[in-house]
């Protein structure tokens, strides 16, 4: 019940670790000499594992400035603004919006998916501000600096390199993409690898 009503991750990890000490006695309820063994190796180890546990703990609340839950992660997005370039569907710009970014904008050229956007959009009381036309144009005439630029382009359209110079300075960029691209002017944060695809977080250093 504890873990449910968890406002942060410091009052979680308390009442995870309790639960863990309440195992202790089912361990070793027999009183037998084997289990009582046992449960002393479960109980070094809990005692163990909860320290490094509360290490880690203090790290991740380090980072992100911010040990409380909140919709959408324990990163904040309070405030905060999102670009999503060649849109598509519009997918990952409704995304941004139900994780709490305030701002959302999403830019998208091809007329079939700009009328599937709009169509996407129509669903949603609160929805972000589309633009209509080539996202290597639009992105110039934005006179704003984004926190979270999303980057996905036709894969093999060749214009990674020519996307990221457009920005104007921004914070964090975020690309999917499938070869290598050039990241001039930008440090690489994190990369993951999902079967031939990665998704490359950068930070602007421009």
Same mark, same amino acid.
């Given at each position: 019940? $504890?873990?449910?009503?968890?406002?942060?991750?410091?009052?979680?990890?308390?009442f995870?670790?309790?639960? %863990?000490?309440?195992s202790?006695?089912?361990?070793?309820?027999?009183?037998?000499?084997? %289990?009582? =063994?046992?449960?002393?190796?479960?109980?070094?180890?809990?005692?163990?594992?909860?320290?490094?546990?509360?290490? $880690?703990?203090?790290?991740?609340?380090?980072?992100?400035?911010? *040990?409380?839950?909140?919709?959408?992660?324990?990163?904040d997005?309070?405030?905060? %603004?999102?670009?999503?370039?060649?849109? *598509?569907s519009?997918?990952?710009?409704?995304?941004?919006?139900?994780?709490?970014?305030?701002?959302?904008?999403?830019i998208?050229?091809?007329?079939?998916?700009?009328?599937?956007?709009?169509?996407?959009?129509?669903?949603? !009381?609160?929805?972000? =501000?589309?633009?209509?036309?080539?996202?290597?144009?639009?992105?110039?005439?934005?006179?704003?600096?984004?926190?979270?630029?999303?980057i996905?382009?036709?894969?093999?359209?060749?214009?990674?390199?020519?996307?990221? !110079?457009?920005?104007?300075?921004?914070?964090?960029?975020?690309?999917?993409?499938?070869?290598?691209?050039?990241?001039? $002017?930008?440090?690489?944060?994190? !990369?993951?690898?999902?079967?031939?695809?990665?998704?490359?977080?950068?930070?602007?250093?421009?």
């Open positions: 019940m $504890g873990m449910c009503y968890a406002k942060n991750l410091i009052s979680a990890y308390v995870f670790e309790l639960v %863990s000490l309440c202790f006695p089912l361990v070793m309820h027999s009183k037998t000499k084997e %289990s009582i =063994k046992a449960a002393m190796k479960y109980l070094y180890y809990s005692i163990g594992g909860a320290f490094l546990s509360l290490i $880690g703990l203090f790290y991740l609340i380090n980072y992100s400035n911010n *040990g409380d839950f909140t919709y959408g992660g324990i990163i997005f309070e405030g905060k %603004s999102f670009l999503d370039m060649y849109s *598509g519009g997918v990952m710009a409704l995304e941004a919006l139900s994780r709490g970014f305030d701002e959302v904008c999403a998208e050229k091809n007329p079939k998916a700009v009328s599937v956007i709009k169509s996407n959009f129509s669903k949603f !009381q609160k929805t972000p =501000k589309l633009f209509v036309g080539d996202s290597l144009n639009i992105v110039r005439k934005i006179d704003k600096v984004f926190d979270v630029v999303y996905d382009p036709p894969y093999f359209a060749g214009i990674y390199e020519k996307s990221l !110079q457009s920005l104007n300075p921004c914070k964090i960029v975020i690309l999917e993409h499938v070869g290598e691209v050039d990241f001039t $002017g930008f440090e690489l944060i994190k !990369q993951k690898k999902y079967a031939d695809k990665f998704i490359t977080f950068l930070k602007d250093c421009r």
